[in-house]
């Protein structure tokens, strides 16, 4: 058919002996948007990365534009018009803008780079596109969701026909998200065609035109999004209809335990006259828009950022921690929100991520023992139900979802009493975060403190009881989650703009 850019026919892969994908089949059409969900494990990742030349497919074919392709690596799959916007970014942080775009095909006049060029093709490139990105600024100064529209941006520039988005909105604030999705709609008005992974289920009925389920390996449904409802997606993601998408949040928060009083930073961007308190057994929320504050406020109170003045109080004891080693001796614990950066060791397995943190409790006689390692990271791995081939498997090799199981399992092996948790569901799906919630829930009643921070409102006014809003780096307000609402906490965050 003339409107199909991009068919896979029967695709199969395994590894040793684990089957991950069994005769795929996807086709996607001119100018539209197929949703592709899934439980991390369930495949996704691999059907993505044997598109892209990553991994080399068992079986099967893959047609684009009625012409059999086999790529080589990504680089030879862009220039053939099929690019991807990965979930972890991966981008040279200390150049720029500009330099990001052109990487691997830098434009030459009289055998010079001809950075005139560039820096035209740049500015053209985002009017275009209507997003608000300066082409000369430098990429580590850039908030995630800046960094991400600089990667669509770069897919445009490479005419690309077909477009895999990987968890897109996970960084994004609202309004962001609604930027994004008026690009792709853009874009699709322009025959361009999109594969849009994603978890987040409310977005795949707002954006995609198809859907498609993979579970364990196969493709369990594929179907136009007007003839499908929440419950059958669930249902096909997790092999079981999903009554509720939260838990019960029934713990019973106790005495008044940790106490932030006028916390202001030292270094940019500063953190202004903090004040809160949590009780024992309480789970408190850190709502706010991308940049409010909210990522530099856990690393504040883990001992990561300087503080300039105020307190930390602790069970009565004033605390100021001057690295997260001191941190970790008073039992804090720290999930941050970009765990390939810097929440996990992406050349080592499963095992050495889970004991990482709490290596003298494996030691016997003084010297680590690899079996009480190992127990560790299989007890892990059955506690968080980690989809992985065993504990000595790379981490790299995992989901995204799967990789952040380990990153809190880690934690969860020191059992500490106060678990400062960034995004700790960003990248997971349905099935896998109703468990973590319900972790979450259970630590809260087992009497450990929570502090989350999340960007997804239903997931923050779902699993908290109180919820701290941040604008701007400051604190804005604080609310009880059952006599709060979604209005109110969008007022709150648009505060101090």
């Given amino acids: ?105 830098y434009p030459k006049r009289f055998g010079v780079i001809d950075e005139a060029k560039m820096a035209k093709e740049s500015t053209q490139l985002f009017a275009s596109l209507n997003m608000n990105v300066n082409p000369k600024a430098v990429m580590r100064k850039m908030s995630v969701s800046q960094r991400q529209m600089v990667e669509i941006a770069k897919a445009v520039s490479y005419d690309a026909k077909i477009i895999v988005l990987d968890e897109p909105t996970s960084s994004l604030t609202e309004r962001e998200v609604k930027k994004l999705f008026s690009i792709v709609d853009d874009l699709r008005k322009k025959g361009v065609s999109f594969v849009y992974i994603s978890h987040k289920i409310d977005e795949i009925f707002e954006i995609c035109d198809e859907v498609s389920v993979l579970r364990d390996g196969k ?34 928060p106790g005495d008044m335990y940790f106490e932030v009083r006028n916390l202001t930073t030292k270094y ?31 690393e504040s109170l883990f001992g990561v950022r300087t503080i300039a003045s105020g307190e930390i ?18 039992n804090f614990a720290l999930v941050t929100e970009e765990r390939k950066l810097n929440g996990m060791f992406g050349k080592d ?18 010297v680590l023992s690899e079996q009480k390692m190992l127990d560790a ?12 081939v065993s504990a000595e498997e790379n981490i790299t090799a995992l989901s995204g979802g799967n990789q952040q199981k380990v990153i809190i399992g880690k934690w969860l092996e020191r059992s500490p009493d ?16 109703y468990e973590i919630y319900q972790l979450i829930i259970n630590m809260a009643k087992e009497g450990k403190t929570i502090i989350v921070v999340s960007s997804e409102m239903p997931e923050i006014l779902g699993i908290t009881n109180r919820i701290a809003v941040m604008s701007n780096h400051r604190l804005a307000g604080i609310v009880n989650t059952k006599e709060t609402n979604q209005e109110e906490l969008l007022r709150l965050s648009a505060k101090y703009l």
Avoid at 63 to 89: I, R, S, W, Y
Avoid at 377 to 388: F, L, S
């Fill in 313 to 330: 109080v602790l069970g009565g004891k004033k605390l100021r921690f001057k690295s997260s080693k001191e941190a970790m001796a008073y």
């Fill in 219 to 252: 493709m369990v449904m594929s179907k136009p999004i007007k003839e499908t409802d929440m419950n059958e997606l669930i249902s096909a993601m997790v092999g079981r209809s999903l009554d509720k998408r939260y838990p019960d949040v029934d713990n019973t």
């Fill in 1 to 105: 058919m003339d409107d199909i850019v991009l068919e896979i026919k029967n695709l199969s892969k395994s590894f040793a002996k684990n089957k991950v994908l069994d005769g795929i089949s996807l086709t996607v059409k001119k100018g539209t948007v197929m949703g592709l969900m899934g439980e991390n494990g369930a495949g996704k990742s691999t059907m993505m990365k044997c598109l892209f030349g990553i991994y080399a497919k068992d079986e099967g074919q893959i047609t684009l534009l009625g012409k059999p392709v086999d790529f080589k690596n990504p680089k030879d799959a862009l220039e053939n018009g099929v690019a991807m916007v990965h979930q972890e970014l991966n981008q040279c942080l200390d150049r720029t803008v500009t330099d990001n775009l052109f990487l691997g095909r």
């Fill in 377 to 388: 990271a299989n007890r892990e791995i059955r506690v968080m139900r980690t989809k992985c």
């Fill in 349 to 366: 397995t499963i095992k050495f991520n889970t004991v990482i943190t709490n290596l003298e409790s494996y030691k016997t006689f003084g």
């Fill in 418 to 433: 106060i678990f400062l948790m960034d995004e700790p569901t960003r990248g997971i799906d349905v099935g896998a975060k």
């Fill in 268 to 298: 940019e961007p500063v953190l202004e006259d903090i004040s809160f308190t949590v009780r024992k057994g309480e789970i408190f929320g850190l709502y706010g828009l991308v940049g409010a504050g909210r990522s530099e406020l856990l």
